[in-house]
């Protein structure tokens, strides 16, 4: 059966697949349903947006773009619609497009934060910072004490330079989220450009302590003490910057300028040379470089240097003179007299100069910019705020740190292992050593009833489109098979092919007529699979769900994945005590259940119990999940 002649029956149907698809990030095969709709009923406004979202995700933003107009021109009545291109707008940097986008989202949907956030970044990318300041001031008097948003108006106010303000604002949000380590960094940046460094200090140590892996808080605070000439902390805090971010030239740039004020001139120019290869268009870090360079006596170079500085900045006087002495000391001396008498008729006009504001270079330490905002729905897009679904964005929960509160959704790099399933295909988890058997499905393998092998897994295969072809040819001959001669195994088949390539509905629906044929032996199995595509469904009931894996563990009480698949069940419902002593119940059974582990850790820390969190991720990284020593390292 191809993919149009599956359309052809029910394009809702295929619309919700694709909708699945697209919900668990199989892009490509997502666009392959929405194709076949748009084919067949051309006039609907959903595939077309839906479509959209999948090329955006891509980074296909000419295409998304066309999908999204599509869409506004047969349903101009979707906010979801107005928000996706308006954030296509952005990335194309057509910021007046992408606020009237914004504007037109709100008026159909006036209470989105999502929406109100990003109309105030673009507003603020404008500098229209006043309208930016309008928009977060309505979200203040619906929401007064939430820390983003009070984070948001600081850092607008930053970028109208007004800084007091930006202050008054970041001191807002470190009164409603004190463990946040970016609400510090926000204001330990703000106290050092207004000069206050022992606050500055205080703030930046702060959001350090609490864990921050910002590398600006670690420059930031190695300026002040470069500025107390307590040199040896500095280069402390830069070794440390510049083992987070090895790609960021502020690391090496200021490190460089410490190590030329005590005297370390080659690994100073080591630093420098760094420096202006990661970001050559900073072309200031050359006077710095430039002064190494006279230190080390590499006369030609500080010419070089000063020339370049000099056409970005033709009224930067110092320039100027270092350059003469560069050419003195190569006895260049008609060189030399040429910059210094530049340099001495510049200063005869420098209240014209000063009159024209001409722009100087900044050769000081450089400041880096506040940590940003764990998640940032301005440069992030969202496909459940634009299909209207409800967000809830993180930073507002009871517990916002990188330690905590976003361990029950998946988000970043803090996310609960998936749950276990039965599929025909896997992907290499050679590493873990979780046994993935188990008897019953052993023994169904070897009677080869199925096409293929089963295989316990949390991490399935993404289809290509010739492997889609192939699971709709088999659910065609199983149909055939099931309309002569039904049995529990045809339907249990078919089921595998309709969950494979996501049509969960059609697969729960079949494992229930396959429960009225089966034996003891295959009703678990059944069973077990049922609750696990019921789980896949986006509108699962997850009372029917546990309903399954309850039923699954009556038939068999030590069955590890049925318990750990609860257990993860009760964690998305916030069952947190009752998910732990299923976690553990699933560890019983399996001692080298290395998931198991890994989310039971994450819960324990979600739930204040440190101790015991570090100790399951321990297990887990010893296990074979990795991922878990870096959170190691965090939760610390």
């Not at 394009?11 to 668990?24: E, K």
């Not at 009224?315 to 003195?328: I, R, V």
């Not at 820390?605 to 969190?613: D, Q």
């Amino acid at each position: 059966m191809s993919l149009c002649t599956f359309a052809q029956l029910n394009t809702d149907r295929i619309t919700a697949i694709g909708r699945n698809a697209l919900y668990f990030e199989d892009y490509v095969l997502s666009i392959q349903y929405f194709n076949q709709v748009i084919h067949l009923k051309p006039y609907l406004s959903e595939p077309y947006f839906y479509r959209a979202i999948a090329k955006i995700q891509l980074e296909d933003y000419q295409g998304a773009l066309r999908d999204c107009n599509a869409a506004i021109e047969r349903n101009p009545f979707s906010p979801g619609c107005y928000y996706a291109r308006g954030y296509i707008y952005r990335q194309l940097n057509r910021l007046e497009e992408a606020e009237a986008d914004y504007t037109e989202a709100l008026r159909f949907s006036p209470e989105n934060r999502t929406y109100m956030l990003l109309r105030a970044d673009t507003r603020a990318q404008m500098k229209h910072y006043d309208a930016a300041l309008e928009d977060i001031s309505q979200m203040l008097k619906r929401e007064p004490q939430s820390a983003s948003i009070w984070g948001e108006k600081g850092h607008i106010c930053i970028l109208k330079k007004d800084t007091l303000t930006a202050l008054e604002a970041f001191e807002k949000a470190s009164q409603y989220d004190k463990t946040n380590p970016a609400v510090w960094s926000a204001l330990g940046v703000t106290n050092l450009m207004l000069n206050r460094e022992d606050e500055a200090y205080v703030q930046l140590t702060q959001a350090i302590n609490l864990g921050s892996k910002w590398a600006g808080d670690y420059i930031n605070r190695g300026i002040i003490h470069y500025h107390r000439h307590n040199y040896r902390g500095a280069l402390s805090d830069y070794d440390q910057a510049v083992k987070i971010a090895p790609k960021e030239a502020d690391c090496y740039y200021n490190r460089g300028v410490m190590r030329q004020e005590v005297g370390d001139y080659n690994r100073a120019l080591e630093d420098l040379n760094t420096a202006i290869s990661l970001d050559p268009e900073r072309t200031e870090m050359r006077y710095q470089r430039g002064l190494v360079e006279m230190q080390l006596r590499q006369w030609k170079a500080v010419v070089r240097d000063m020339d370049s500085l000099i056409a970005r900045y033709p009224y930067f006087l110092p320039a100027y003179y270092l350059a003469s002495q560069a050419a003195d000391k190569q006895g260049l001396t008609k060189t030399s007299y040429q910059y210094r008498q530049k340099a001495y008729e510049l200063e005869q006009k420098k209240e014209q100069i000063q009159s024209q504001q001409a722009s100087q270079p900044n050769t000081d330490l450089l400041i880096a910019d506040a940590q940003p905002q764990k998640k940032d729905h301005r440069k992030e897009f969202s496909t459940s705020t634009a299909q209207d679904q409800t967000d809830i964005p993180d930073e507002e929960q009871k517990y916002d740190s990188q330690t905590r509160g976003s361990i029950q959704k998946k988000h970043q790099d803090v996310v609960n292992e998936p749950n276990i399933v039965l599929s025909y295909y896997s992907q290499d988890m050679s590493l873990r050593r979780t046994n993935y058997y188990h008897p019953l499905v052993d023994e169904l393998n070897k009677a080869q009833d199925l096409p293929a092998a089963l295989k316990f897994t949390a991490q399935e295969l993404t289809l290509t489109a010739e492997m889609v072809d192939y699971h709709f040819a088999n659910i065609n001959r199983l149909t055939q098979s099931t309309d002569e001669a039904p049995t529990a195994i045809l339907y249990l088949a078919r089921a595998m092919e309709f969950a494979i390539i996501k049509d969960y509905a059609s697969a729960v629906d079949d494992c229930t007529r396959a429960l009225r044929l089966a034996n003891k032996k295959l009703e678990p199995i059944i069973v077990f699979c049922r609750a696990n595509w019921r789980y896949r469904m986006m509108d699962g009931d997850n009372e029917l769900i546990l309903r399954d894996y309850d039923h699954v563990l009556t038939l068999q009480p030590d069955f590890s994945f049925a318990l750990y698949n609860k257990a993860n069940i009760l964690c998305a419902r916030k069952d947190y005590q009752e998910a732990i002593r299923y976690y553990t119940k699933a560890i019983e059974a399996d001692n080298d259940f290395a998931e198991a582990y890994f989310n039971r850790g994450l819960t324990y820390v979600f739930i204040g119990e440190n101790e015991k969190g570090l100790a399951d991720l321990s297990k887990a990284g010893e296990l074979g999940i990795y991922q878990a020593y870096n959170l190691i390292t965090r939760f610390k």
